[in-house]
């Protein structure tokens, strides 16, 4: 039946994330070896940006962005807050909200289809950016 077929379409999607951040985290991981990403503390990050003219990236998504933000930052989400309902999104929603939604308030978020043709409009593809996230994992 449908409860059946929303359990194995959130499971599916379940293993598939799992995946994809594993993928995610390798990739990370190559890329702060190879020194193509730095990772700054926010003390750091605070003192690069006024020591030099490298722009601010605040990639969190809008309930975060609402608690603190920072004068002059450029603000693109690679996630937002999913407001939006269909059919398609119920096994994921489900998932997150069985995944632990219900229990500490934190809202389903999507993916940001236009994260990157946004953040090419406003930098350079070989700007160095300085990319600002709640706790370093984006």
Do not use: H
């Not at 999607?13 to 990772?39: F, I, L, T």
């Not at 489900?94 to 236009?114: K, Q």
């Amino acid at each position: 039946g449908i409860k059946l077929q929303v359990a194995k379409e959130g499971k599916e999607y379940e293993v598939k994330q799992m995946r994809d951040m594993a993928a995610a985290r390798r990739r990370w991981e190559s890329m702060v070896r190879n020194g193509k990403v730095k990772v700054l503390t926010p003390r750091e990050a605070g003192y690069v940006i006024q020591l030099s003219d490298k722009p601010l990236l605040d990639v969190r998504p809008s309930n975060e962005r609402s608690k603190a933000w920072v004068r002059g930052s450029t603000w693109i989400p690679i996630f937002d807050v999913d407001n939006g309902f269909d059919l398609a999104a119920l096994p994921r929603k489900a998932t997150e909200f069985v995944m632990g939604g219900w229990w500490s308030g934190i809202p389903t978020l999507s993916f940001n289809p236009d994260f990157v043709s946004r953040v090419e409009e406003k930098f350079a593809r070989d700007a160095e950016l300085i990319v600002a996230c709640q706790k370093g994992l984006r």
